[in-house]
């Protein structure tokens, strides 16, 4: 499927250029400024591993609408025939 080709693109394109180590999965970015004097980056990170600030000379987003997980049950967006999607 055309899904499985992308992320078995991505997955090739990270180990190549040893991406990995500096992706920092299922961490939210609190609160990004940039500092112009020093043209770095100041963030406060949530993860796993809790809360932390970093230091850092790039930053990527890598957010999309599904950023944020839905709770069990709650509907974000009523769509309607959604229903018939999931048969």
């Known amino acids: 499927t055309p899904q499985k080709l992308l992320i078995d693109y991505f997955r090739e394109v990270a180990d190549d250029f040893g991406l990995r180590e500096h992706i920092r999965f299922g961490t939210e970015v609190a609160s990004a ?4 004097a020093t043209e770095q980056w100041h963030l406060a990170l949530r993860g796993p591993a809790g ?35 999931f048969v």
């Open 33 to 36: 400024v940039y500092a112009e």
């Open 51 to 85: 809360e932390k600030t970093l230091v850092a000379d790039a930053l990527v987003s890598a957010s999309s609408a599904q950023s944020q997980p839905s709770e069990v049950g709650r509907e974000i967006v009523s769509v309607t025939g959604v229903d018939s999607l």
